[in-house]
Every structure is written in C-alpha cells, then in structure tokens.
Nanobody, 121 residues
Framework: VQLQASGGGLVQAGGSLRLSCAAS??????YGWFRQAPGKEREFVGA????????YYADSVKGRFTISRDNGKNTVYLQMDSLKPEDTAVYYC?????????????????WGQGTLVTVSS
C-alpha cells in the first residue's frame, strides 16, 4: 500500500495550489488531509467519504479548501485557494479502509510521505 502526495510548492498569499494523493495497493473508503507546521502539532485539515458526497473541514480552512476524489484513479485532491502564510506546513494525506468521516489521525491506518506548502506574505 502506498500513498503518494504531490503538488506542494511555494505560492504567494492569496494564491492557489492543488495537492494530489495517489493511492495504490488497496481500496480506501475514507481519505483525510492533515498538516504540520514547524514547531506545531499535526492538525486535521479535511476529510472525504467513499462516494465523495460527504466532506468535512477544519474551521481554519472552511470556505477556502475543497477536497474531492476520483475513485477510478484512486486519487484524492485538496484544492487550496486564498492561501495564507499560516497555511504553511507539510501536508499529509491519509487513508483507511473503514467508512465515515474521521477527524482524528488515529482513524487512518495509511499515511503518505507529505508535501511541503509554503505561502509567502
């Protein structure tokens, strides 16, 4: 099983980035995105269920970030708009075979390697 996150980079405040997480070796019913800023604990960003019909976001990103998934490609996306310097972090995708929306990291068994997002002011 492998989760490969990509799409991170350097962007100015107000800009956009789209992260991708390609999964292989398994079927996952829930995906989540988490992030960890320097010197801070990992925090939940958003999650999506199997069908893609249900999503949930942290208050800090609600209205700016959008999660979607393409089950045919086993890929989940995190569209990040109106980025702020405080969004700077390593972003991790996570997946699990169980269904339902989960905001805690322990609800995900598989984790990607992370991709760095840097937002300059």
């Amino acid at each position: 099983v492998q989760l490969q996150a990509s799409g991170g980079g350097l962007v100015q405040a107000g800009g956009s980035l789209r992260l991708s997480c390609a999964a292989s070796g398994g079927t996952f019913r829930r995906y989540g995105w988490f992030r960890q800023a320097p010197g801070k604990e990992r925090e939940f960003v958003g999650a999506i269920n199997w069908s893609g019909g249900s999503t949930y976001y942290a208050d800090s990103v609600k209205g700016r970030f959008t999660i979607s998934r393409d089950n045919g490609k086993n890929t989940v996306y995190l569209q990040m708009d109106s980025l702020k310097p405080e969004d700077t972090a390593v972003y991790y995708c996570a997946a699990d075979g169980n269904s339902g929306i989960v905001t805690l990291g322990k609800g995900y068994f598989y984790w990607g390697q992370g991709t760095l997002v840097t937002v300059s002011s």
